[in-house]
């Protein structure tokens, strides 16, 4: 198999060379690498590389196929750039994203305060929603100029992570 | 003096401290009563507890802060006394009375003391009688100009001009220079005219690179009050204590004996009962002034435990039930070195929003020196309604050197999957030099923010090595995926399954 | 002399020692190898050490007791040192020999020291010169009835009589009284004749009530000894320490002193460079006699940890880096209590039978005075091939009887699901008065078995819980059985989905 | 729904009588009972009962619809009996059981020695098998006297829990 991930600003090909037992050869970009790697549980690998062992988290994200990796000492988020991914950013490439306009919740939490109701006009930097979570409270403003086109929470709602909370139609509707 | 034994004691609280109580309250041969919120069933402390009631919706107002409903179920439950923990109800005055009115012990100082202390212009009218420093300023506002020079010339420089009706950093101005003075208390008056209506202001000593030092102190009925030394919290973030350590790497014998003489003093002024805890703001001369007292068990009480030996919550209760310390003040030594660092569910990449949700899987660090007080577990959802403190974890060393190095292994120990947390944070902190070498002040996280945001890149191999997990976590799916075919779903479907054909429905 | 600092260790062991050894290291800056057999690919160790090298087939001969794949893996490792652990070949004075003969640092005593205490005959004669009592008898064989009875009259009843070729009980007699020696002795020196075809014979006083009371010790290669006090290891099954504790409810301050005296007599006798342990067995009436020495860490030695406030692992790896110890005996204190209960994976119910397995849940304790030991985790399977110790609970309090409550506490808090363990017998030992009131021998497990095993019923009510939560179980696969059908299976499903599915295909 | 649960010697019959949420009311033969019941995890329930907290642990034993439960302080076998296990029940009281003369290993191990091949006949209390785990070997013999049928095993392999290793044919044979 192969496979293109994407790190930062890296797009690196992983692919398997030999695969036997723990024991898997893959070449990144051009370097081999053979490691000893077992999955220990859900999200934890245990990786012997010349020796070394080392202990990785993988733990895929809210997004789709992007992970959070984490070893003892660092932080990567890497995609896995499959031909639905490469469809996705060719979209995005070719106009403004309708993701610009949308703002999630980015933690469970309870909405506090509505400012805005579906045909408003809204100002970039304009604040559009409050939400509390853990005795504190964050204010969510527009990303840029529009008309709020849904606000599907009201005030006293409990939202999950990565809910819908206000959709603003700037130049182009979603498809 | 009448002593009352303990046999039955409702915590008023939730979360890690409602748990660190009810463990000694069960090491003590006393039986414990939790009281839970709506969204609380399945929080560690109800299953601690020897018996479990529900007072309420989930917002802190209809539950863990309704007297009533507190009070009912001390009755209900036969329970003889009350332990309100830190926050909801532990500074209450009225609760300490009302505790008082029923018949119930409240573990924690008199309704008089805790109003005495809890207002900051009697604390600090009490603290000067009974010759605490307190940060110099004036004591009752002032109207005039020239008084105010005056003032301010015999507070000396620099100083912090605060509006008497004020509140916001309105009407606020910090003065450096003399020349300054004029200029800025006009200013400062001004705008306290057009914001309040009244240009009535205060004069405090400002203290510059301050340092923020507690003492702990335990007082019984009886009339004895001893201290406990410091604790050191001033790795602070927007005024939250973040890591705690004792001894304070910056007191001298000296400092620390007439501080803790103070710290005795405090208590006694206010008549104080059960454990407190009198913070003071302290300059890199080590001039030390009177901050405020916390009529309660602090967060941090833990490492005073380590180095001291005293089993704090132990001694609260046995204060309450009107025994005598057995602690003398001339036995209490301070033995090897603690750190506390706080284990907080938030995103420390994203400005520190906080992160609730839950936990998939959680490993605590184990060992000689470490100490966990924690109350998450996994599969359990920490909920939106409360405070985002996970756990604490403390280490004991011999040295100050050897804690730094055995809470950075412990660090490095602990994984909580599921919700952010602080835990890389604070690794960073304890790799860091201005806190290796004990240099630091309150704006230590703000001066060094980038560092500790940074990770720890070694080598452009790992990169490689975390891009093979990640080709390996999606080769091994992929090929569960054809393996399993999952022909309906239902609710008892594990997370890991439901994602896991998210994800294949996705490739 | 020459100091060689170590930079780089390999662990020569696996489990709970390895991962506890490592936890040091890492504190300390010291890069950790582990080795590891085919059937530990998984264990905590490797994954908690910087490196990590497969050795061999899982029995241990062919893996952890292979000193040539030992030897080269520290070679190809590049590691300066070598920590044996317990066990395995931390008592190998060939192992320690090959070491030093390969420019390895071996962390623990010289070959000769190991010799010299490995061989019972020749410790013993070591500690009668070097004088330190050793239980009285016969130095050498006794082959006439005369002298044999000279001998007893000598040592003084009881006296336990053994065949010289003996083994295995044949030939043995414990006499008790005067009017027995002659006949028994008769009978011991026939039934050695028919099975050895030697009637010689040694005689042993026979200790009655034995206690067994363990001494620490640490020396340095600079002439310093230190003892760090007694561990009280008398709660044995089958000769297996099960509990042990410090300071021992028996000693008084006058016999700590002489025993600890003779300690460090007994390690100065054999050179000793490193952590050892010199074992005594004791009368009732605190009459001590030498028994061996273990020259290697105790599995027991975090008690000693607690109370003395040294990591013994950090003092080891000092010593064998040359440097003289900084601990003087008379700054040493016993500070308070600390107990340790063994977590052991075996079928208390069941003749104590092993039980390895998988480890589908674990909550390790937590809190103040609380220490685990452990290396075992959710998931993991526990191998067949080695020891069944899961780990080791330790606690630390100011007295006895609040470090058996917090025991109590933290056993309570426990709960290791998959495999059987010690845990409730543990509980169940601290309950009973025997222990509680510190009188107990080594005779404690088998004379308290019936209460060990028991459980403590309280009331009716409670089984009549116990069978609304099977009902409740039942119900509730029942329910989730009909909401989700599985139509193929593969290898991801879960432990859980297929019992559920196995389960509910009986229905 | 209604159960029949035995524990030791007691048969009971356990009926739902209502059930909101947590909330379940049951009668235990003739007591009723209101709790409040939760299923924390796989195996942990978490009951709340005049108050009273208490958590307990119920694993499925390895016999079916056996199960371990465990309080704070004691531990019950409890066995659903269902139309199965009556019909089970009933067949074990007609005759001798197959199950007497079946050596299955109570643990995982490795198989250190074996005395017998199929065809021997051995005496009751005769040494069949020995296995190794943990360092510890234990000793299995024959219940009773018989004819040995079958030894699924071999010294040096490795056995799971309750795995076949001796069957013996005595009187009857196995349906």
């Known amino acids: ?175 | 003096m009448e002593q009352k034994p303990i046999k039955k004691v409702l915590i008023a609280n939730r979360g890690e401290i409602a748990v660190r109580i009810m463990r000694t309250c069960r090491e003590m041969g006393i039986k414990t009563v939790a009281i839970f919120s709506d969204a609380d069933r399945l929080s560690m402390h109800v299953k601690y507890a020897d018996e479990a009631y529900n007072i309420g919706a989930a917002p802190s107002s209809e539950s863990y802060l309704n007297m009533d409903k507190v009070l009912a179920t001390a009755k209900k439950s036969g329970a003889d006394a009350i332990h309100p923990g830190y926050g909801f109800l532990s500074e209450n005055a009225t609760f300490s009375r009302r505790c008082r009115e029923s018949g119930i012990t409240f573990i924690g100082p008199s309704p008089e003391s805790i109003e005495t202390m809890g207002d900051k212009i009697s604390a600090r009218k009490k603290m000067i009688s009974a010759g605490v420093p307190v940060v110099p300023g004036t004591t009752d506002k002032v109207t005039n100009e020239a008084e105010a020079i005056r003032q301010i010339k015999e507070i000396g420089l620099p100083v912090m001009i605060k509006a008497s009706a004020g509140g916001g950093g309105r009407g606020m101005r910090l003065v450096h220079k003399d020349s300054e003075v004029t200029h800025l208390l006009r200013a400062a008056r001004s705008e306290a005219k057009t914001a309040f209506g009244d240009d009535a202001v205060y004069i405090e000593k400002y203290v510059d690179s301050p340092h923020h030092v507690e003492f702990q102190v335990l007082s019984d009925r009886h009339g004895n009050t001893v201290h406990l030394f410091e604790r050191e919290c001033s790795v602070q973030r927007r005024h939250q204590k973040v890591v705690e350590e004792t001894p304070s790497p910056l007191l001298t014998p000296e400092v620390r004996a007439k501080m803790g003489a103070c710290a005795v003093a405090a208590a006694n002024a206010c008549n104080y009962e059960g454990a407190g805890t009198i913070e003071f703001i302290m300059d890199d001369q080590l001039n030390f002034y009177f901050l405020e007292m916390n009529t309660r068990l602090q967060v941090e009480h833990p490492i005073t435990e380590l180095v001291v030996g005293v089993d704090l919550v132990k001694e609260q209760i046995r204060i309450a039930e009107g025994k005598a310390l057995t602690i003398k003040q001339d036995e209490l030594t301070q033995n090897g070195h603690a750190i506390e660092c706080r284990i907080i569910a938030e995103d420390t990449d994203n400005n520190f929003m906080p992160n609730p949700g839950t936990i998939t899987h959680i490993t605590e660090p184990l060992g000689l020196g470490v100490r966990c007080d924690g109350y998450v577990y996994e599969g359990y959802t920490i909920p939106i309604h409360y405070d985002s403190l996970i756990s604490k974890l403390i280490v004991w060393g011999p040295t100050r050197e050897e804690a730094i190095e055995r809470m950075s292994r412990a660090l490095a120990e602990y994984k909580i999957v599921g919700v952010k947390t602080t835990i890389r944070f604070l690794e960073r902190i304890m790799e860091n030099t201005d806190f290796r070498s004990g240099k630091y002040n309150t704006h230590f996280i703000e001066k060094n923010l980038a560092f500790l945001l940074a990770d720890n890149q070694e080598n452009a191999n790992e990169e490689d090595i975390a891009l093979i997990a990640t080709f390996a976590e999606y080769l091994f799916r992929l090929e569960d995926s054809k393996k399993t075919t999952v022909a309906s779903t239902g609710k008892k479907e594990t997370n890991w399954k439901r994602q896991l054909r998210k994800f294949t429905s996705r490739i």
């Not at chain 1, 060379?17 to 077992?38: A, H």
């Not at chain 1, 309870?110 to 006009?121: I, Q, S």
């Not at chain 1, 005795?135 to 086109?149: C, D, N, P």
């Open chain 1, 1 to 175: 198999m192969e496979l293109e991930l994407k790190l930062n600003k890296r797009n690196a090909i992983v692919k398997e060379i030999k695969r036997e037992g723990n024991l898997l050869t893959v070449s990144v970009d051009d370097v081999i690498y053979e490691v000893d790697i077992v999955k220990v549980r859900n999200h934890e690998f245990s990786i012997l590389y010349k020796g070394k062992s080392i202990n990785i988290e993988v733990v895929e994200s809210k997004e789709p196929k992007h992970f959070n990796v984490k070893n003892s000492h660092a932080r990567y988020e890497i995609e896995v750039i499959d031909n639905e991914a490469r469809y996705r950013q060719n979209r995005m490439q070719a106009g403004p994203t309708q993701g610009d306009n949308t703002i999630r919740s980015p933690m469970p939490g309870k909405v506090v305060k509505v400012y805005v109701k579906p045909g408003d006009h809204v100002e970039a930097g304009q604040p559009l929603i409050v939400l509390s979570a853990m005795k504190m409270e964050s204010e969510f403003k527009a990303g840029s100029k529009g008309i709020v086109r849904e606000v599907p929470v009201k005030e006293g709602d409990t939202v999950d992570n990565n809910q819908l909370m206000v959709v603003i139609d700037g130049e182009e509707l979603e498809s």
